[in-house]
């Protein structure tokens, strides 16, 4: 981790590099398309209004698991602090709902990124799929991954219950 921070210091790591950190490894992020891009602006919009000020959102911004795990969500719905998190990144008892859209990385996010949340006790976890024009909803998180889960499409209302929010599926897929 320290080593990950100095290299962003020392200027080998931008904030234009797409690169996460994943159980100690640097790992370079697929570009964003412009489906990946409205769908998280979309989403953003939307929660920035459904939670007003009882949570914060942040977008595509780090969240430390761990010293040797910072993912970039798409989207978080975090625990409103004061400080708006300017003095510590996130950790999992301050996230609400974290939300990765996939269009070519589904499988990566449901293997990988999927299960480091659910380790990491991250409440609920949505995996938007471009691609299939769904919604995963994943909920009660344990070391083997999320116990529950359900596939919502775009006839559905998606409830996110720990942030109170109802969200048309449709919406997410213009």
């Known amino acids: 981790m320290d080593d990950y921070h100095a290299m962003a210091r020392a200027g080998i790591l931008s904030e234009d590099d797409r690169v996460e950190l994943i159980e100690g490894e640097i790992v370079v992020m697929s570009p964003v398309g412009s489906r990946h891009a409205a769908c998280v602006d979309i989403l953003a919009e939307f929660l920035f209004g459904a939670v ?3 949570a914060s959102i942040r977008v595509q911004s780090p969240i430390r698991l761990d010293d ?11 625990v409103r602090r004061d400080d708006a998190y300017s003095q510590s990144l996130p950790r999992p008892e301050d996230v609400l709902l ?3 859209v996939s269009d070519t990385t589904r499988d990566y996010d449901r293997r990988v990124k999927a299960r480091l949340y659910a380790r990491h006790g991250i409440r609920e976890f949505w995996l938007v799929d471009l691609g299939s024009r769904t919604v995963e909803a994943c909920s009660a998180p344990g070391p083997d991954g999320y ?4 596939v919502h ?7 996110a219950p720990g942030v109170e929010i109802d969200l048309e599926v449709r919406r997410l897929f213009p």
């Open 147 to 150: 116990d529950e889960r359900s």
């Open 68 to 78: 040797a795990t910072e993912p970039q969500p798409d989207v978080c719905v975090l």
């Open 52 to 54: 007003d000020r009882r």
């Open 98 to 100: 974290a939300i990765e």
């Open 153 to 159: 499409d775009v006839d559905d209302c998606l409830r």
